[in-house]
């Protein structure tokens, strides 16, 4: 099937392939993130076979194909990482039909910066430091309409900048991420309590060492986080209240307290861990009483009860989070905290 030129039209696609993992067969459904084998279907498989992308050769590239614009894009993301440079999604052809015909995948220093983003007059703060240089690494595929496959069109390998030496490769953005073992294996340790710093160090000593892990300690902050955030997706009220029951189970002297409304909602809550009570019984002689706090989501009074112990420093005897400030939901508060 042949293409007239007035059939098809020119796009720019500057989105970032941080998230390709390359899977060499989609249908496998295969969690494999091993981004040093390629099993890649070229004209002769006798010759190409399965090989690592170390020990690919410019005419084995030039002879690959794949099942998918995605397919190829995970390839050539697999291969900048391994030779410690970032992949990025450059322009696309389209048909008219507005199918994509054609991919070009680049290094991420091609090209320069477009100069009216540097001469800009309402700038709010300095323009990011330069570091594109017209690099001319990179991959174009194209749709073959006799067998359905994505075929490379162009194919250049030489770059004119320093790529990231190879100490330095495990920290680039796009080279870093939590495999599925990896995620798995950090929430079981988050849920038995396992403090993250604990569970970096743990994973690196596995993969032997911190530039073998795949992340950084940042990432994997990161993921507990919204890990953690996840886990009160069933409403707020429930992961306060889950909250407070794991608090009593590891804290004998863990005090908590809640109410319910009519429509079964949260309505107060009040609670203090072991240490606050200590506290209050060693220097309870004065206490201040502060419900100033609103600087929550929800809008509501935040009521802490906080003294100063024989160092001169704040110490909290009990929080409560309220509804209201009626009196008589005050004089629930106060009947707990005494």
């Given at each position: 099937?042949?293409?007239?030129?007035?059939?098809?039209?020119?796009?720019?696609?500057?989105?970032?392939?941080?998230?390709?993992?390359?899977?060499?067969?989609?249908?496998?459904?295969?969690?494999?993130?091993?981004?040093?084998?390629?099993?890649?279907?070229?004209?002769?498989?006798?010759?190409?076979?399965?090989?690592?992308?170390?020990?690919?050769?410019?005419?084995?590239?030039?002879?690959?194909?794949?099942?998918?614009?995605?397919?190829?894009?995970?390839?050539?993301?697999?291969?900048?990482?391994?030779?410690?440079?970032?992949?990025?999604?450059?322009?696309?052809?389209?048909?008219?039909?507005?199918?994509?015909?054609?991919?070009?995948?680049?290094?991420?220093?091609?090209?320069?910066?477009?100069?009216?983003?540097?001469?800009?007059?309402?700038?709010?703060?300095?323009?990011?430091?330069?570091?594109?240089?017209?690099?001319?690494?990179?991959?174009?595929?194209?749709?073959?309409?006799?067998?359905?496959?994505?075929?490379?069109?162009?194919?250049?390998?030489?770059?004119?900048?320093?790529?990231?030496?190879?100490?330095?490769?495990?920290?680039?953005?796009?080279?870093?991420?939590?495999?599925?073992?990896?995620?798995?294996?950090?929430?079981?340790?988050?849920?038995?309590?396992?403090?993250?710093?604990?569970?970096?160090?743990?994973?690196?000593?596995?993969?032997?060492?911190?530039?073998?892990?795949?992340?950084?300690?940042?990432?994997?902050?990161?993921?507990?986080?919204?890990?953690?955030?996840?886990?009160?997706?069933?409403?707020?009220?429930?992961?306060?209240?889950?909250?407070?029951?794991?608090?009593?189970?590891?804290?004998?002297?863990?005090?908590?307290?809640?109410?319910?409304?009519?429509?079964k909602r949260l309505e107060h809550i009040f609670w203090a861990d072991g240490q606050?009570?200590?506290?209050?019984?060693?220097?309870?002689?004065i206490v201040a009483f502060d419900s100033t706090y609103k600087k929550n989501k929800?809008?509501?009074?935040?009521?802490i009860f906080s003294g100063c112990n024989h160092h001169g420093q704040t110490v909290?005897?009990?929080?409560?989070?309220?509804?209201?400030?009626?009196?008589?939901?005050?004089?629930?508060?106060?009947?707990?905290?005494?």
């Open positions: 099937m042949s293409i007239n030129e007035d059939d098809v039209k020119n796009d720019s696609d500057n989105d970032l392939g941080d998230d390709f993992d390359y899977q060499p067969n989609a249908e496998d459904n295969a969690e494999d993130d091993d981004v040093d084998s390629l099993d890649s279907t070229s004209k002769s498989e006798e010759v190409c076979g399965v090989k690592r992308i170390a020990d690919l050769m410019v005419e084995d590239i030039w002879n690959l194909e794949f099942r998918t614009e995605d397919e190829a894009c995970q390839f050539y993301n697999a291969y900048s990482c391994w030779h410690r440079f970032v992949m990025r999604k450059d322009d696309v052809v389209r048909d008219n039909q507005g199918r994509i015909i054609s991919r070009q995948l680049v290094c991420n220093k091609e090209s320069w910066r477009n100069m009216r983003y540097l001469d800009m007059d309402d700038r709010s703060r300095e323009a990011r430091s330069l570091t594109r240089t017209k690099c001319p690494a990179r991959l174009r595929v194209k749709l073959d309409y006799g067998c359905g496959r994505w075929k490379v069109s162009c194919f250049v390998e030489s770059h004119n900048h320093d790529l990231t030496p190879p100490q330095f490769a495990h920290m680039v953005s796009a080279n870093r991420r939590l495999t599925v073992t990896d995620r798995v294996q950090v929430e079981n340790l988050h849920n038995f309590g396992v403090k993250s710093c604990h569970i970096m160090g743990y994973i690196a000593f596995q993969k032997g060492g911190y530039r073998h892990a795949g992340f950084t300690r940042k990432d994997l902050y990161n993921h507990i986080d919204r890990y953690r955030r996840a886990k009160v997706k069933n409403g707020d009220a429930n992961a306060a209240i889950n909250y407070l029951i794991g608090k009593s189970n590891n804290d004998p002297l863990f005090f908590g307290k809640y109410t319910f409304t009519s429509d606050s009570i200590i506290d209050y019984h060693c220097f309870g002689d929800y809008n509501k009074p935040l009521v909290i005897f009990g929080s409560g989070l309220l509804s209201d400030e009626t009196t008589e939901t005050y004089k629930w508060l106060f009947s707990h905290f005494g």
